[in-house]
T-cell receptor
Framework: NAGVTQTPKFRVLKTGQSMTLLCAQDMNHEYMYWYRQDPGMGLRLIHYSVGEGTTAKGEVPDGYNVSRLKKQNFLLGLESAAPSQTSVYFC?????????????????FGQGTRLTVV | SQQGEEDPQALSIQEGENATMNCSYKTSINNLQWYRQNSGRGLVHLILIRSNEREKHSGRLRVTLDTSKKSSSLLITASRAADTASYFCATDAVGGANSKLTFGKGITLSVRP
């Protein structure tokens, strides 16, 4: 029962470098989310997906891209990393259409990725 | 802007006391959820209350929802040192078929032994 798995757990990037964060869930969830957490700011939604092949912008999408080619995976890409993207990134998933009502959608979180851009 | 706003930002209580945390939100919701985050870890779901519910209990947790005031409260009774964590409210807002779970900034709870 892995739940939501994020890789990598830690990463240091130089300004201008690119990287992809991977999120995988094994609960057959329809919805997946990427958040960033910064001190004093709580969790802010970057992008989300309501199903395979679909993505949508959240609160702070600039500088990030996402893809949901497979239902179980949600990738977050940074094309040209900036120091302002130093943060802890959390992936979450929710809503198994076969198990619960759409109106009882608790989210399950990964353990986070600590990214530092220098 | 973030949907939920928690109050207070920080709370320090003695073990055994009750802790009350509040959340206000801006738009109509399908449900409101409370999460806990221990230091350095991911968020863990605590309790969900639907928009047509007014109160819900789960163990030592009691959550209320007032949709007319767009506010919710989380009560932790008989607190323990292990309850020390950050607590977040999250709203699943009404808005078509898409679900966009948005969080507040969180409340830091410290329970002194």
């Amino acid at each position: 029962n892995a739940g939501v798995t994020q890789t990598p757990k830690f990463r240091v990037l130089k300004t201008g470098q690119s990287m992809t964060l991977l999120c995988a869930q094994d609960m057959n969830h329809e919805y997946m989310y990427w958040y960033r957490q910064d001190p004093g700011m709580g969790l802010r939604l970057i992008h989300y997906s309501v199903g395979e092949g679909t993505t949508a912008k959240g609160e702070v999408p600039d500088g990030y891209n996402v893809s949901r080619l497979k239902k179980q995976n949600f990738l977050l890409g940074l094309e040209s990393a900036a120091p302002s993207q130093t943060s802890v990134y959390f992936c979450a998933s929710s809503y198994n259409a076969h198990k619960v009502s759409r109106w009882n959608t608790e989210a399950f979180f990964g353990q986070g990725t600590r990214l530092t851009v220098v | 802007s973030q949907q939920g706003e928690e109050d207070p930002q920080a709370l320090s209580i003695q073990e055994g006391e009750n802790a009350t945390m509040n959340c206000s939100y801006k738009t109509s919701i399908n449900n409101l959820q409370w999460y806990r985050q221990n230091s350095g870890r991911g968020l863990v779901h605590l309790i969900l209350i639907r928009s047509n519910e007014r109160e819900k209990h789960s163990g030592r947790l009691r959550v209320t929802l007032d949709t007319s005031k767009k506010s919710s409260s989380l009560l932790i009774t008989a607190s323990r040192a292990a309850d020390t964590a950050s607590y977040f409210c999250a709203t699943d807002a009404v808005g078509g078929a898409n679900s966009k779970l948005t969080f507040g900034k969180g409340i830091t709870l410290s329970v002194r032994p």
